[in-house]
DNA sequence: ACTATAAAACTAGAAAAATAGATGTATAAT
DNA sequence: ATTATACATCTATTTTTCTAGTTTTATAGT
């Protein structure tokens, strides 16, 4: 009945369908991304949060210093809860922790984060 | 006529105006991104396009080794138009190059990028 | 060579889902 | 009461995904 030599395969593709599943299998293997759904949410999160011009800029002077929201509204020029808005996509990203010093959130660069901003300057 | 003894600025924030103008333009002669727009929106694209579960599965793939759009088709199941637009987004990027053989285009992970992905294993 | 066929990739367009940004209100601290 | 932040909601825009159709390349048959 199958007029192929390769059962579950119409594909004429350099690797068919076997050899597909196999590579699959070892990318699961090798990357801890792959091995949950919660993993690999979070890093489409953390990207996502990245991916946004005002965004870029809020890390970029987080790289300098801790800021508090009003502090970031009067640098960038956007409205106070345009702010809050990017600011809590960070924070969901796992970009950036907020902590509260009296009436201002304080918002602090993730240290860890700092090796995959290719912006920074290594010196 | 200025009631506040600081011009321009009606914000009590830790600081005023004048501090974060100067922080702001800091940031600016640090930071590559902040200089040119082309720079900010290069980078903002870079990381957008890492912000999708999809893409990152290709990306993952293509670290394994080089792969055409049938073989990412074949691999994760989803439909060609799909998997081409997920291409695309992530040749913008700049996170992959395709380049035509024969019939395939081949899709090859830039090797600059690797050490912006946090889920590759580090030996 | 010429034609027909099929595979692989690309493009166009639209529906569905997600996000950006604005407005107004609520909460917390001074 | 004032200031700083958080939240809830809404609309406009963007992104994702899919269907359908087109282009390019390779192969088979004549």
Redesign the interface.
């Known amino acids: 009945m199958a007029a192929t030599s390769f059962e579950g395969?119409s594909?004429f593709?350099?690797?068919?369908?076997e050899d597909?599943?196999h590579?699959?299998q070892?990318?699961q293997e090798?990357?801890?991304?792959?091995q949950t759904p919660k993993?690999?949410?979070d890093?489409?999160?953390?990207?996502?949060?990245?991916?946004?011009?005002t965004r870029?800029?809020i890390v970029?002077?987080l790289?300098?210093?801790d800021?508090?929201l009003?502090?970031l509204v009067?640098?960038?020029n956007v409205p106070t809860s345009t702010m809050n808005h990017h600011l809590q996509m960070l924070v969901k990203g796992g970009v950036i922790q907020g902590r509260r010093e009296g009436k201002?959130t304080i918002y602090h660069l993730n240290e860890a984060v700092r090796?995959?901003?290719?912006?920074?300057?290594v010196k």
């Open positions: 395969s594909s593709c350099p690797a068919l369908g597909m599943a590579l699959v070892q990318a090798t990357f801890a991304l792959l993993a690999i949410s890093f489409a999160l953390f990207y996502k949060s990245l991916g946004d011009e870029l800029k970029a002077l790289l300098l210093r800021l508090c009003c502090e009067d640098g960038l201002f090796p995959y901003l290719p912006f920074v300057e």
